[in-house]
């Protein structure tokens, strides 16, 4: 097993903190990562994509868990799969497209592990229905803090609690995954434009397509506040292509762009940049366009494409904000949009969506209602004072901001989200109470 001293950060490139990083190759060079670990303790991480500080741990040990990435079994008539946590997902839809199946579940990336999916109980377009990742995990293995692995089922507080649990009940070693099955590689998607929130809100809320979301543009202000272009999507079934196009049904071919260089100068994201990209957007959207054919990878990871795009936002990072809010709530998405609005923020990315049912996750954030989320430059004037804000407004109308895409949130504020973070605190009390599962986020939360 490699071990490194290594200075790590999240997708955002935020607060770096140095730790020692190993790489184990085994499920037993893995318990060696975490019972040797020291007084700093230890966590788990996959691909690095959480936003902020969930799989960084300053001054103690991380296990990078990319070397554990076997697919162990397949069942390609059933629709399972078994694989390490150090799978990425772009790896088992590789494998898993040309024999007819897809994740049920799939986040705006696929540079994400099967660990790090459970670990922030992942969410996608498709959640009205779908629910989040881990309505689709059949089993887990868990190595906990003595080394020793357990076999951990839905229907049981350990499961619960490891759903979207941050890494903070143990290190995932393995999982068995249901799946979806599909018939083609492509999706026909429909686009509509929404003149304002409110537009939007109603779009969405008329329901109907397997995957919905709008993209706002929070840049665009008076009347034509939080105007956005609504995105829904529907697997295509096989005898809706011509018979040419049949025998390549499932190939997955995603689309690559040049990396983004190393360097890019702090600012190239600014106001201007963010106005001019909404505008084409919601200009080069048609009033309404349907069944245009677009493939997977398109459809859902269109960021994938340009490797390193989190460097745009220049070496001072970007910092990533999501809340949920029930219905009946919509106000307090009207309040955070007038004022990013009102106050010019470059935000990007600004994401609209609809939320089913939530997950048995203790700290999984969906809950019924509504999403939006958005990036913001982390040197942003103000920006602390602004997200504390949208915290308090979310916390008051009963909603949450997601953990896993945190890095600025107050150490009060989980509580008032989470109503199941006593539950969380004590069975990690129980099962690991020397505390030896530790992260920034988790120190900086106190969770
Ligand atoms: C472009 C982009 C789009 C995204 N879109 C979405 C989206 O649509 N929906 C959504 O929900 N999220 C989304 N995310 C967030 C991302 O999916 C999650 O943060 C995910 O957890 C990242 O997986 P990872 O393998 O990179 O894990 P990391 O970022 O390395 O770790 C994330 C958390 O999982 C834990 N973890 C990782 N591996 C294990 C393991 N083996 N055992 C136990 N715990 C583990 C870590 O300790 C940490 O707490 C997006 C992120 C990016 C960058």
Redesign the pocket.
Same mark, same amino acid.
């Given at each position: 097993m490699s071990v490194d001293t290594v200075s790590m950060t999240? *997708?955002g490139r935020t607060a770096p903190t140095t730790a020692l990083r190993f790489r184990p190759r085994t499920y037993e060079e893995a318990a060696v990562a975490v019972t040797g670990r020291g007084p700093r303790g230890v966590?788990?991480? &996959?691909?690095?994509?959480?936003?902020g500080d969930?799989?960084q741990n300053a001054g103690g040990s991380v296990?990078d868990?990319?070397g @554990?990435d076997r697919v162990h079994a397949v069942d390609a008539v059933g629709g399972v799969v078994a694989c390490d946590? &150090?799978v990425?997902l772009h790896r088992l839809i590789e494998a898993l497209l040309p024999l007819g199946w897809f994740l049920p579940v799939?986040?705006?990336?696929r540079?994400?592990?099967?660990? &790090?999916?459970?670990?922030?109980? @992942?969410?996608?377009?498709g959640h009205r229905t779908a629910g989040?990742?881990t309505r689709h995990v059949r089993s887990l293995e868990?190595l906990t803090a003595d080394g020793s692995v357990r076999r951990v089922v839905p229907g049981t507080d350990l499961f619960d609690a490891?759903a979207g649990?941050?890494?903070?009940?143990?290190?995932?070693?393995s999982a068995t995954l249901s799946l979806l099955p599909v018939t083609t590689s492509l999706m026909s998607v429909d686009t509509e434009r929404a003149a304002d929130l409110d537009a939007a809100l109603a779009g969405l809320a008329a329901g109907g397509a397997a995957y919905e979301s709008a993209r706002i543009d929070l840049m665009a202000r008076g009347r034509a506040t939080g105007r956005a272009v609504l995105i829904r999507g529907e697997h295509v079934p096989v005898d809706a292509l011509p018979a040419r196009a049949r025998r390549t049904a499932l190939a997955f071919r995603p689309g690559k762009l040049p990396p983004v260089p190393a360097y890019v100068p702090e600012g190239l994201l600014g106001r201007a940049p963010a106005a001019l990209l909404g505008e084409l957007r919601f200009r080069g959207a048609r009033a309404a366009r349907a069944g245009r054919l677009q493939r997977i990878s398109a459809f859902f990871?269109p960021?994938?494409a340009l490797p390193g *795009?989190?460097r745009l936002h220049g070496p001072g990072g970007f910092v990533?904000y999501?809340c949920a809010v029930g219905d009946g709530q919509e106000e307090v998405l009207h309040r955070i949009v007038q004022r990013l609005a009102r106050r010019r923020c470059p935000a990007f990315?600004a994401?609209l969506q609809r939320l089913g049912a939530g997950g048995p996750g203790w700290l999984s954030?969906p809950v019924p209602g509504w999403s939006l989320?958005f990036g913001l430059p982390a040197g942003l004037p103000g920006l602390g004072r602004l997200l504390d804000l949208f915290d308090d407004e979310t916390a008051a109308a009963g909603g949450r901001v997601?953990l896993?895409?945190d890095a600025r949130m107050r150490p009060s504020a989980p509580a008032a989200m989470y109503p199941r973070l006593p539950d969380f605190r004590a069975l990690r009390g129980e099962l690991d109470p020397e505390g030896a599962f530790r992260?920034d986020?988790s120190r900086r939360l106190a969770l």
């Open positions: 999240g *997708w966590v788990a991480r &996959g691909l690095g994509r959480a936003h969930a799989a296990v868990m990319t @554990l946590a &150090g990425s799939t986040p705006a990336t540079y994400v592990t099967v660990g &790090g999916a459970i670990g922030s109980d @992942l969410h996608g377009t989040s990742f868990l490891t649990g941050l890494g903070l009940t143990g290190v995932i070693l990871h960021l994938d *795009w989190n990533q999501q990315h994401v954030f989320s997601c896993a895409k992260s986020l």
